[in-house]
């Protein structure tokens, strides 16, 4: 299971490096970086909620 997490965020930051490029070649594209970054951090944020709650385990409750 490992494995798959691994190269799941992998997988996400190598698509999201290649979109930026993407955008920096095509026309009228603006590359961020912090899209980056943002994209690895939703990864990581699914990789969390699947972990949480396909084990059965502690489920977050947010109070408000």
Known sequence: ???IVIFSLFMTIAYAIADEFHQGVTPNGTP???DIFIDTIGAAAAVLCTFTF???GAVI???L
């Open 1 to 3: 299971m490992n494995f």
């Open 61 to 63: 409750v947010l109070k």
């Open 54 to 56: 396909r084990r059965g």
């Open 32 to 34: 961020y970086i912090g």
